[in-house]
């Protein structure tokens, strides 16, 4: 009798298969007891591109930095909300803060004086030799402009003993050679050093605002890490926020509107406190980010204002230069305005030489600060958010201060 071919054995069944390992859920995926939820800070991270921006200093100060727990769970712990838990994915950020451009506003009144006939030998003598007078020199200008070259080719046709006091006057002003040329270098040469020497104020002023924030001592570098610390810590429940290395700094301004839960307090106020409290050793000058009166002459400063002004001065000079072409080398004043003319030609040089290198020194402290080369950025925006945040918390530094001489 023929034997039965032998069947293969039953697969085992699907609970018995030894499990795939990739199915099971990653070490990495599976979630710790979670912390509690705090408010969110909603900035904008920013990635180091290298070792040379304050964030490496940020971070090594971090393990200098303290702040109370307990105080700060209560006041910016987030209340359980079933309803914000599901919804909370789909929350908006705020728009970031925009700083407004300070609006410049600049009244020159000039006083205006009566010219008499005895001064008129003043005004020659200024004419002579460059020397300044006892006269407005801009209302000088403007009296030349009071007459057309033809109404004083048929004055000067006119007897003498026909014409009335202010005629006469403007003839014997324009007697003087090159009369309106020399005006207008007399105009240049008397605004050129009150209009040059706020220039170049102006432009040292941006000089050591930009090396103030450039060169940070390790006290500011405390202040950033401490914020550092505390936002990474309320946006923990955020992927796109949290584990930050560094933040845009616009975010500063805004940390005085973030509200405890009670209102009785602000992140702001906290981080200052936290500061004062964590050294007992400092004193109330010991102020830890750049004072807010080394900023303001700064953060109202723009680069277009800065070229308009030189512009300006440079195109005087050239027009004193070409006047200069057109007297005679005999005349004393052609030598006077050509010393004037090289000289400010010098000062001006300079002054450009210094607007570049402060132009330079504010693209690397935005490089500094971590901020891409894509972004825009202009100085008084910047300067604005740093004199901002300066500002509020210098008020809450002084609250602080009296806090603990009353305890003391």
Not at 93 to 122: H, T, W
Not at 200 to 227: E, F, G, M, N
Request: net charge positive.
């Amino acid at each position: 009798m023929a034997r039965k071919a032998s069947c293969p054995p039953p697969p085992l069944p699907p609970l018995l298969l030894a499990p795939d390992q990739s199915l099971l859920p990653s070490p990495t995926l599976l979630r710790s007891p979670k912390g509690p939820s705090f408010k969110p800070l909603f900035w904008k991270k920013v990635v180091p591109s290298s070792n040379k921006t304050i964030w490496q200093q940020v971070s090594e100060q971090q393990k200098h930095v303290n702040f109370n727990e307990e105080v700060f769970q209560k006041l910016f712990q987030k209340k359980a909300d079933p309803t914000v838990r599901r919804s909370r994915s789909l929350s908006p950020g705020r728009s970031p803060c925009r700083v407004l451009n300070d609006k410049r506003f600049q009244a020159l009144q000039i006083l205006m004086k009566n010219i008499s006939l005895d001064e008129v030998y003043k005004i020659m003598e200024s004419c002579k030799n460059l020397k300044k007078c006892s006269l407005d020199i801009d209302t000088l200008a403007r009296v030349t402009n009071m007459i057309t070259s033809n109404e004083l080719k048929k004055l000067r046709s006119c007897p003498a003993d026909c014409l009335e006091q202010p005629e006469r006057f403007l003839l014997k002003l324009f007697a003087i050679e090159n009369f309106y040329e020399k005006v207008t270098c007399l105009q240049h040469h008397s605004h050129f050093q009150e209009n040059f020497q706020p220039l170049r104020q102006q432009i040292h002023t941006l000089d050591s605002a930009y090396k103030l924030l450039c060169r940070p001592h390790d006290k500011l570098c405390q202040v950033l890490a401490l914020v550092l610390l505390l936002g990474n810590k309320m946006n923990a429940d955020s992927s796109s926020r949290s584990n930050a290395l560094g933040f845009k700094l616009d975010i500063l301004t805004e940390l005085k509107d973030v509200r405890s839960c009670d209102g009785s307090s602000n992140l702001l106020k906290f981080i200052v406190q936290s500061y004062v409290d964590s050294h007992p050793e400092i004193s109330g000058n010991d102020y830890p980010v750049p004072v807010p009166n080394l900023l303001m002459p700064a953060a109202s400063v723009t680069y277009p204002d800065l070229k308009s002004k030189y512009k300006t001065l440079l195109s005087e000079i050239e027009a004193c230069k070409k006047i200069c072409m057109q007297i005679s080398n005999k005349d004393p004043f052609q030598k006077e305005i050509s010393a004037f003319v090289d000289e400010s030609s010098k000062d001006l040089k300079c002054v450009h030489d210094e607007l570049n290198e402060a132009e330079s020194l504010f693209k690397e402290v935005v490089r500094f600060y971590g901020l891409d080369k894509t972004e825009s950025i202009s100085s008084q925006e910047f300067l604005q958010i740093w004199l901002s945040f300066s500002q509020t918390f210098y008020s809450y530094w002084e609250h602080a201060f009296a806090n603990r001489r009353k305890i003391l």
